[in-house]
């Protein structure tokens, strides 16, 4: 089996159950994706027509970009610093430790 295809097999395997904890309500729950969605439809009603494919990327990389930018900022930010250190507690590659040690 291919690296990549052994890697993903193993993360399957493991599932929310390799994160920490404090994690797993956040990594299951689907608000996120719907309110970037929401957000998407919200601005392009503002809009209405499109003249062409490339207009509407535009829009969706900028509706992206800002809610990065807000995520980044740290008042919408899914996971502290703090929570993310435990995903690598031994500075490795940014792996989950249990599906890099097979469990």
Request: charged share 25%; glycine share 8%; aromatic share 6%.
């Amino acid at each position: 089996m291919p690296p990549a295809a052994n890697f993903l097999t193993q993360a399957r395997r493991a599932g929310v159950h390799a994160f920490p904890r404090s994690h797993w309500s956040k990594i299951w729950s689907t608000n996120p994706l719907e309110r970037v969605n929401k957000e998407i439809k919200r601005r392009a009603r503002v809009v209405g027509i499109f003249p062409n494919d490339a207009a509407v990327i535009r829009l969706v990389g900028a509706v992206l970009a800002d809610l990065h930018d807000e995520w980044q900022s740290g008042d919408r930010r899914p996971f502290s610093e703090g929570s993310m250190a435990l995903l690598k507690p031994n500075g490795d590659t940014g792996t989950v430790a249990a599906i890099n040690s097979g469990e």
